[in-house]
C-alpha cells in the first residue's frame, strides 16, 4: 500500500509505501443508499504504521519478493571417476549470496546436479564418507566461484560422463542492487498478462563482497566466539562476522521495562539496512541467527546505527609548484578514507585533529584553515537542523558520537495559551501516533495546557555513526586560498 503520509504536521508531498497483508476482503453495498455502488473492505492483519491521505492510497496487488540477480543453468564439466577431487568453475560471475539466519549470514544461490541427482554444499570435506554426494565451494584468482568434489575417501567422486555435471545459480550481487524505489520498470521476460513493473520500495541490504582489508578484520571474529553466544563481546563479534553487517556493537542496557541486549549495527560500507525490518532479510536473519544461538532467556534487541553527518568546510593553501586541479582530488580522497566509512566505528566520535592530520599527509597541500567542522545526527528536530544549517558556528573540536544508550525526551508546553498536539509533532519531528503511544494518558486531543509536560523519546536509541559521505558531496567544501 502506498499513499501520501497524513500523519506529519506541517508537511506535504511525503510518500511512504508499506507491505501489509490481508486478512479478509468483503464486498458490501449499503442498504440505505438507493443506487449504491459495491465497496470493497479489506481487513488487515496488523495496523498501518503510518496515516495517509485518502485520495492518494493505492492498494498495489501482485506484490512478490523480489533479489538480485540473474538466473543461469549450465553444464560446467564432465566426471571422471579416476581423478580425484575434480574442480569446475562457474562461467559467471560474482555468485549471488542471500541473507539467512545460519552463522555465516548468508547462503550461496547455487544447485549442483550430476546425472540429475543432487550433490550438497558442506563447510569441509574433512570427515565425509566415501558415498557422501557432496562439495565445497571456493574462489578462483579470477573471481569466479569454483566446485571441488570428493576423493573417494572424503567425500564421493564424479561418476563419468560427459558434460553430466550441471550447474543452476544466479550471478550478480552488491550494493549497486540497492535502487531507489520506482526505479526497475523493465522486466527481462514478460508472463501473458504482465504490462509493467515497478519497485514501490527501495531495495536495501545489498552489498559488495568482502575486499582485503575488511576479510581480515572478520576472519577471526568467526572463530571467537564459535556460535555460542554468551557474552556481550560474543554477539558483538558474531553480528560483525556475518554477511551484509560492516559494523556492529553490542550493549546491556534497561529499555524502560527490562533489561535487554541491545546490538546496533552498520552496513558493508554503510548500505542502507531497513530500520524496522520489514524490508532488510539481512536484519530478519540476523535477528533469528542471534535468537537461535544465543541465550533462550535473555532478550536481544538489534537496530540500525543512527547516521552523524559530517559537515567540513575548509580553505586550502597550495604548496608552490602544485596545481590545485591535482591536489583537491587527492585531498577529499584521503578525507573520505580517514573521516568516512572506512575510517570509523560505532559511537567513536570525530575529531578535527584527525582531520588535519589527514590533509597534511597529502603532497602539495601547505595549510588548511578549517573553517565548519559540525556533525548533523539523523534524529535531530526541524528547529535544530534549520539552526545547524543557517549557523554551523565555529569549527569544534570533535563531534560526538555516543554509544547505544536509554533516553527519555521531555517537552514543557510555556505558551500562556497552551499547544496543540499537532504543533509539539512539528517541533519535534514525530508523527501523532508516535506521540500518543508515548503518552497514553492524554485524553483531550484538542490542547495541552501551560505546563503540561509529554514524552516526545522514550526508548533505547541506537549507536551513532559519525562520517563523511561521499554520496553527500556538499557536506565536503574545499576551496583554495588564492
Not at 328 to 349: A, F
Request: hydrophobic content about 40%; proline content about 6%; some cysteine.
Amino acid at each position: 500500500m502506498t499513499g501520501e503520509r497524513s500523519d506529519i504536521p506541517g508537511t506535504v508531498g511525503v510518500t511512504a509505501t508499506e507491505v501489509v497483508t490481508i486478512a479478509a476482503a468483503d464486498a458490501t453495498v449499503d442498504p440505505q443508499l438507493p443506487g449504491d455502488r459495491v465497496h470493497t473492505h479489506l481487513t488487515l492483519t496488523t495496523d498501518l504504521a503510518h496515516r495517509y491521505r485518502r485520495e492518494t492510497v493505492r492498494i498495489l496487488g501482485n506484490v512478490v519478493e523480489a533479489t538480485h540477480g540473474e538466473s543461469r543453468e549450465e553444464a560446467i564439466g564432465s566426471g571422471d571417476s579416476d581423478r580425484v577431487n575434480q574442480t569446475f568453475a562457474l562461467w559467471q560471475s560474482p555468485l549471488t549470496w542471500l541473507a539467512d539466519d545460519n552463522p555465516l549470514g548468508a547462503t550461496p544461490v547455487l544447485e549442483i546436479r550430476v546425472d540429475g541427482v543432487l550433490w550438497h554444499e558442506v563447510d569441509s570435506l574433512a570427515g565425509r564418507g566415501p558415498r557422501e554426494r557432496i562439495y565445497i565451494t571456493g574462489t578462483a584468482s579470477d573471481g569466479r566461484t569454483t566446485v571441488t568434489f570428493g576423493d573417494g575417501v572424503h567425500g564421493a567422486r564424479l561418476p563419468s560422463g560427459h558434460e553430466n555435471v550441471h550447474a543452476r545459480y544466479r550471478f550478480g550481487t552488491g550494493k549497486a542492487a540497492n535502487v531507489p524505489a520506482d526505479r526497475l520498470t523493465q522486466p527481462l521476460t514478460r508472463p501473458l498478462g504482465v504490462t509493467a513493473v515497478t519497485n514501490p520500495r527501495p531495495a536495501t541490504g545489498g552489498a559488495d563482497a568482502d575486499g582485503p582489508g575488511l576479510t581480515r578484520r572478520t576472519v577471526p571474529l568467526a572463530v571467537s566466539a564459535l556460535d555460542r553466544l554468551v557474552s556481550a563481546a560474543d554477539y558483538e563479534d558474531f553480528a560483525r562476522s556475518r554477511a551484509g553487517i560492516g559494523r556492529a556493537a553490542a550493549r546491556e542496557l534497561f529499555d524502560g521495562r527490562r533489561r535487554v541486549l541491545h546490538v546496533t549495527v552498520a552496513g558493508t560500507d554503510d548500505v542502507p539496512l531497513d530500520g524496522d525490518g520489514a524490508g532488510s532479510a539481512t536484519l530478519r536473519a540476523l535477528r533469528g541467527a542471534l535468537t537461535e544461538y544465543g541465550d533462550v532467556n535473555l532478550p536481544v534487541r538489534v537496530d540500525v546505527r543512527e547516521l552523524v553527518l559530517l559537515l567540513v568546510a575548509a580553505r586550502v593553501k597550495v604548496a608552490p609548484d602544485h596545481a590545485w586541479e591535482f591536489v583537491e582530488p587527492r585531498l577529499r580522497q584521503v578525507l573520505l578514507r580517514r573521516l568516512g566509512y572506512e575510517g570509523r566505528e560505532l559511537g567513536q566520535p570525530a575529531r578535527l585533529s584527525d582531520l588535519l592530520a589527514a590533509a597534511h599527509t597529502v603532497p602539495g597541500v601547505d595549510y588548511v584553515d578549517v573553517d565548519v567542522f559540525n556533525g548533523v545526527p539523523a534524529s535531530a528536530t526541524p528547529e535544530e537542523l534549520a539552526e545547524l544549517l543557517t549557523d554551523p558556528g565555529a569549527p569544534r573540536s570533535s563531534v560526538p558520537a555516543h554509544e547505544a544508550t536509554y533516553d527519555e525526551k521531555i517537552h514543557t508546553v510555556r505558551d500562556t495559551g497552551g499547544e496543540t498536539l499537532s504543533a509539539v509533532c512539528a517541533r519535534h519531528g514525530i508523527p501523532l501516533a508516535e506521540l500518543l503511544r508515548l503518552n497514553p494518558d492524554i485524553t483531550d486531543t484538542r490542547r495541552l495546557a501551560k505546563g503540561r509536560s509529554v514524552f516526545v523519546f522514550r526508548g533505547i536509541r541506537p549507536a551513532q555513526l559519525a562520517l563523511l559521505s561521499p554520496r553527500a558531496a556538499d557536506t565536503l567544501i574545499l576551496t583554495e586560498v588564492k
